[in-house]
DNA sequence: GTCTATAGACCGATAGAC
DNA sequence: GTCTATCGGTCTATAGAC
């Protein structure tokens, strides 16, 4: 395959990745038809099965390109603050900017891993992945930190996050990702100091 | 209608919301059909929409079920214990007692709010009405306690649940909602002392 | 009130021309 | 590589006999 070709082809692709990362946010996997998707890319319905041979691999292909931008997202905050305590903080800081697009869809990552940690197969597994980044992430700050209990204070750290979207998006209230960005920096600052 | 045929046709509906709120959580709405619930409620197919006119009614009795429940088990708390904090922790400690359905299935609540929150219609809002329970259940309790921000507390609490919920149910792990009680009832030892 | 049979719409996936 | 046409299956909902 010539370099040319891979363009157009990984444009086509691409495309498809992204309308399909947009729709499987606003209305959930199951309710995302490849017509659908097909159409917000502009590419013929038959032409999506070149690309990927069932939708579930075009749903583990937004998955992985979420887990690209989750890896890229928190390399950004390691660079930008040299001290883990200040990474944790922008991080909670972070559930304010999205808030009016969580507040009517949700957070994208949480809500596929509601969907499909219901089912067993590829897509299931796939979808802990994009929490397993998180958590691990905040881990290893925890433990610069010194903390001991660095694993229980990670997984807290992401539940208010998570839990916290799931709010705001059920009562489409951004002001709730505000509220508990706050609350979060403050309990960082009680549990986050070095002793 | 005679008390008797009430307590026959209680019987099939009450069966029908039995078995579609099993299914509905364990399968999400969208993957559910009418066809699977009327077997499991060993109910004939055409005889489901004599009870219930569409799937969305279905569903919203079965939310309207929840919502019950949920009111049961926080006056059962209120009962049980008389210090609001002692409440607080009963709430926080009810985590580790469901870990396993949970870990498989996610929080029925959280669940049903992640996915009919997508979308507009009767059911979203319906689903919003058994996170507010919770929410205003909490911002009373920590009112009780002299809290200036109940509000953003009883969020919290209810973020740390539904996030925790939401990663054993990723990870499949119920240790995760073990921990975070422990977490949750640290935290209210340090918030909810009254000054 | 109860149940069978099926209409009507949509979806995932494939066949096959180009 | 690209695209059209369509198959086979499943779903919600209804029609109509009993």
Redesign the interface.
Known sequence: MTDSQRTRAGGKQERLVRAASELLH???V??TSLAKVAAAADVPLGNVYYYFKTKDELVQAVIAAHAEAIRAELAGLERQHPLPLDRLKAFARSLTRSGAHVSR??CPH??L???L??REDGPGAA??AL??EY?DWAQDQFRLLGQQDA???A??L???????S??A????DPD?MR??A??LER?LD?VGQPR
């Open positions: 606003e209305n959930g199951a309710r869809y949700g949480g809500t891993c509601s969907e940690g219901k979808a802990a929490m397993g958590v694993r229980d204070l997984l807290t992401v539940s208010v996050f998570q839990g916290a799931l709010l998006h059920t009562f489409r709730v509220g508990q706050e609350q309990w009680m």
